[in-house]
Antibody, heavy 122, light 106 residues
Framework: QVQLVQSGAEVKKPGASVKVSCKAS????????ISWVRQAPGQGLEWMGW????????NYAQKLQGRVTMTTDTSTSTAYMELRSLRSDDTAVYYC???????????????WGQGTLVTVSS | EIVLTQSPGTLSLSPGERATLSCRAS???????LAWYQQKPGQAPRLLIY???SRATGIPDRFSGSGSGTDFTLTISRLEPEDFAVYYC???????FGGGTKVEIK
């Protein structure tokens, strides 16, 4: 069965960086894209970007351009999201999700990771 | 940038009642790229509907989606206790989420 397992909770100081991992199993990793979505406490869902695991293309939310990098390691079927220059308003649960159609990133997110809480606090 | 506005913000209903949730886009959206998700407290979102009206795998048929252009609707025909949650619409391709509708027990 398809599973996305994310790395554990992180506490970071303002200005630091965080790198969240998302290990996929149960499907051919390189056939699909991975999106990243975050949710601040008590707030709605915010799309952060996606990476195509088959060609490495990325698309980032404009507000995060320059601070976010998404990568994949196809040898371990793992996706990564790194966010730099952290601020307090980056405190959120970060989710990875599979983009559910083969070989396209224009797809709904059909399987989700369990979420990773990133807390930014001095 | 397309903005998705969901209404109402909160819907208070009883089990067995019908729920009608709205998602309005600031400009015309391809219905092929409109999805609905359900999120319960402490859980990741779950895909319910894609392509505006197609149910995702394993989703009960009491959930249905409809609409086109700028107006889309998620309908839950008869609310079950497990349906009380927050629902989000999304236009994938433009990567936008609506603000969510909370369906709570009246």
């Amino acid at each position: 069965q398809v599973q996305l397992v994310q790395s554990g909770a992180e506490v970071k100081k303002p200005g630091a960086s965080v790198k969240v991992s998302c290990k996929a199993s149960g499907y051919t990793f390189t056939s699909y894209g991975i999106s990243w979505v975050r949710q601040a406490p008590g707030q709605g869902l915010e799309w952060m970007g996606w990476i195509s695991a088959y060609n490495g293309n990325t698309n980032y939310a404009q507000k995060l351009q320059g601070r976010v990098t998404m990568t994949t390691d196809t040898s371990t079927s793992t996706a990564y999201m790194e966010l730099r220059s952290l601020r307090s308003d980056d405190t959120a649960v970060y989710y990875c999700a599979r983009l559910g159609w083969v070989a396209t990133t224009t797809a709904p997110s059909d399987y989700w990771g369990q979420g990773t809480l990133v807390t930014v606090s001095s | 940038e397309i903005v998705l506005t969901q209404s109402p913000g909160t819907l208070s209903l009883s089990p067995g009642e019908r729920a009608t949730l709205s998602c309005r886009a600031s400009q015309s959206v391809s219905s092929s790229y409109l999805a609905w998700y359900q999120q319960k407290p402490g859980q990741a979102p779950r895909l319910l509907i894609y392509g505006a009206s197609s149910r995702a795998t394993g989703i009960p048929d009491r959930f249905s989606g409809s609409g086109s252009g700028t107006d889309f609707t998620l309908t839950i025909s008869r609310l079950e206790p497990e349906d009380f949650a927050v629902y989000y619409c999304q236009q994938y391709g433009r990567e936008t989420f609506g603000g969510g509708t909370k369906v709570e027990i009246k």
